[in-house]
C-alpha cells in the first residue's frame, strides 16, 4: 500500500517537476497517456489517494504521466512554501488533517487537479515554461481541498510536549486560585478559589461542546468559526492532526481550552469579594462564548492548510501565547465591571488586609511554574520555538518581580513578598504575546519595563477611586498592552524564523515580501489589534454586566457581604480557626431530615461602638495597626484582631469572643493611642 501511495503521490504531483523539462525542448513530443485523461480519472485518483484505496487501474493510469519520478524526488519537493522555479516548478504539499471530503470539496480538488494537467500540457504543446501566477493558483487549490483529506502525521515529540504543556496551564488555576485567595480577608477565602476553579467545570465543557467550534472552525469572514465535526469532537478522530502541525486535534482543543478557562478567572480578580456565586457562574458561561471565542478566533485561527485566517491575524499582528486574547481581554472586562458594579462596602476608607501572603506567594509560584507551558506549548510543538517561549518567560518575570520591588522600595521604603507576587505576574504577563519573536535580551527588557509600569498603574488605583480588588486590571490589562506593543518594538523574525523553521515573508508587517523591515508598521498593526480587543472586550463585558445585574443582580446583600462569601455563597469556611465551622449545622448522615428553621448560630455575634473621638480618627490609629512594620503590635490589638471581621467608623463587628474582653481591650487600645481621649464603649448584639 505504502508504494501504491508513492506513485499515486508522483502522478498528482509529478507533472510539476516534469513540466519544465518538457518546456526546455525545442519540439516537445506529446507525452503518453496524456490523450486518456479524464475528468473521472482524476477524481477516482483524488479519492484513492484521500481514502487509502487505491485500485491498479487509477494507479497504472496516473503513473504513466510521471514514470521516472522517484519517491526521494518527491519527499524533496514536498515543503511548506508555494514556491516557483524557472525549470522545476515545486509543489509546496503541506499535510495536514484526514477527513472524509464532501462531494463539493471533492469536485474543487478534481477540478484543480484537471486545470494543473491541462496547464501543463498546455505549456508542452507551446514549448513554453508553465506560468508562475497560474500554477500557484493551481497548486493552492489542491493544497487547500485535496490535501485537506490527506493523512496527517503525529508526531511523538511534539504530543509528549503539548501534552505536558496542557497539563502545566491547568496547573495555573488552582495557583491562581491561591494568589487571589491569599490576597482577600479570611472571610472570604474559600468563595475567592472558587471563582477560578468553578471555571475548570463551566468552561471545561462549553469548550468541547462548542466553544472550540467557534473559536477554530471553518472561519466565517475572519470573524467567527464554525465546524459541525468539531462540536463535542464528534466528527474527529483522535488520530487527526490539526493544520500545521504535528499534534492530533484533541490535543490542540484541550490545550487552547485551558486558555479559555483561565481567562475569566482572571477577571474575577477584578470583583473579589462582593459578587454571588450564581450570577458570576453565568457570566463565566456566557463571557467564555460571546467574547474569548471570537477573540480567539479572530487572532488564531487557521485554514485547513495551516494558514491563519482571522482578520486580526490576517493583518499580521503578533500574540504567542495571549496577550489580546488573554491579558487585555482579560484586564479590559475587569474594568468594565467594576466600573459598573459598585464598590465593596467600606472602600477606600477601610484597609483590606490580605489574609495570607504565604498563600499568594505559593500561588505565584506555580502560575510561574505553569507559564511555561502556556507560553512553552503555544510553540504548537517540541522545537527551538518553544525552546526561546520558556527562556523568554523564565528572565522576563525574574526581570519583572525584581524591578517591581525595587520600585516599592523606592516609593514606600521597602520591599514587600505581596509586591514580589505582583511583579512576577506582571513579567508574565507581558511577555505572553511576545515569548516566540524575542531575544533573551528583549525579554529582560520587557520584564524590568513591566514591572514598573504595572506597580505604577496599581499604585494609581487610591487615586482614581476604582475598586479593582486584586489588581487585575493593573496587572494583566495594562501588562498585557504593554507587551503587545513591546512585541512590535522587539520582535525578531530571523530569530522567530531560526526557532520555528518557518518563514515571515508575507505575513508578518514587520517584513512584508519583497520588502525591507518596517518596524512602524509593525507596531501600527499591534496597536490595532490592541484596540480592538479592548473596545470588543469591554464593550461586550459592560452588555453583560448590565443585563444580569438588572435580572438577578450581580451583587451581595450588605449583610451577605459582611458575613463573607465563604458562609453567605457556600457555608462553609475555607479556614477554621476559632469556631468558624461551628457555623455549619449539624446533621446526621443516617437520619436526614429537613430543617424547618434555619440552625442557630453558636458563634456570638456583636458589634463594639466606640464613643469619644472621631470616627477617621479611629480609623487612622486601626490601619497603622494593620500595617507590618518592626515594631510589634500592642497586646491589645492581638487580642482583639482575630475577632474583627468588619470596621465601619465607629463600628467594630466582630465574630466570636466575648464582648466584655472585647471591648476593654478596644478601649484600652484606642485610649493610648489617642493621647489619653476619654474613649467609652457599648456593645450592640446580634
Known sequence: ?????????????????????????????????????????????????????????????????????????????????????????????????????????????????????????????????LDPTAFTEANKLVAEAAIAGAPGTIDAGHTAWMLVSSALVLLMVPGLALFYAGMVRRKNVLGTMMHSMVALSIIGLQWVAFGYSLAFGTSIGGYIGWSPEFVGLSGVWSSQVFPATGIPIYLHCMFQGMFAIITPALISGALAERIKFLPYCLFVFLWGTLIYCPLAHWVWAVDATGTVCGWIGKMGALDFAGGTVVHIAAGMSGLAAILILRRRAGYPQQPVIPNSLVLTLTGAGLLWFGWFGFNGGSALGSNGLAVAAFTATQVAA?????????????????????????????????????????????????????????????????????????????????????????????????????????????????????????????????????????????????????????????????????????????????????????????TSHHEPRSATKPPASKVRRFTVILEGSNPKDLMTVWSGLCQTGPVPPPAEFKAVYPFVTTVVGNRFRCSGGDPTVVSANLERLFASRLNGAKIRTKVEEG
Open 398 to 586: 525574574a526581570a519583572a518581580g525584581l524591578s517591581w520591588i525595587l520600585a516599592e522600595w523606592v516609593h514606600r521604603g521597602r520591599p514587600t513578598g505581596l509586591g514580589l507576587a505582583s511583579g512576577i505576574v506582571a513579567g508574565l504577563v507581558a511577555v505572553t504575546p511576545a515569548a516566540g519573536f524575542v531575544t533573551p535580551l528583549s525579554a529582560i527588557i520587557i520584564g524590568l519595563l513591566a514591572g514598573v509600569v504595572c506597580y505604577i498603574a496599581v499604585s494609581a488605583k487610591p487615586f482614581l477611586k476604582y475598586d479593582d480588588s486584586l489588581d487585575a486590571f493593573g496587572v494583566h490589562g495594562v501588562g498585557g498592552l504593554l507587551g503587545a506593543i513591546l512585541t512590535g518594538v522587539f520582535a525578531n523574525a530571523a530569530f522567530y524564523t531560526a526557532g520555528s523553521g518557518v518563514p515571515t515573508e508575507g505575513w508578518w508587517a514587520l517584513t512584508p515580501a519583497g520588502g525591507p523591515e518596517n518596524r512602524m508598521a509593525q507596531i501600527t498593526v499591534q496597536l490595532i489589534a490592541c484596540g480592538a480587543a479592548m473596545a470588543y472586550a469591554f464593550v461586550g463585558t459592560a452588555i453583560l454586566i448590565v443585563v444580569l445585574d438588572n435580572t438577578i443582580g450581580f451583587c451581595l446583600v450588605a449583610a451577605d457581604e459582611t458575613e463573607g462569601l465563604d458562609v453567605s455563597q457556600h457555608g462553609e469556611v475555607g479556614f477554621d480557626l476559632g469556631g468558624g465551622a461551628e457555623t455549619m449545622p449539624e
Open 1 to 129: 500500500m505504502q508504494q501504491r501511495r508513492a506513485i499515486l503521490l508522483a502522478a498528482l504531483i509529478g507533472l510539476a517537476f516534469t513540466s519544465g523539462a518538457w518546456a526546455e525542448k525545442a519540439e516537445p513530443a506529446k507525452p503518453t497517456g496524456l490523450d486518456k485523461l479524464t475528468k473521472d480519472t482524476v477524481k477516482a485518483a483524488v479519492v484513492a489517494f484521500i481514502t487509502d484505496k487505491a485500485d491498479d487501474k487509477a494507479v497504472k493510469d496516473l503513473a504513466t504521466f510521471a514514470p521516472d519520478i522517484e519517491v526521494d524526488q518527491i519527499k524533496a519537493g514536498m515543503g511548506v512554501d508555494y514556491t516557483y522555479d524557472e525549470k522545476k516548478p515545486v509543489f509546496g504539499w503541506k499535510f495536514v488533517t484526514k477527513r472524509t471530503l464532501a462531494e463539493k470539496e471533492l469536485e474543487k480538488a478534481t477540478e484543480a487537479v484537471k486545470n494543473l494537467y491541462v496547464a501543463a500540457i498546455k505549456g508542452s504543446k507551446e514549448g513554453l515554461n
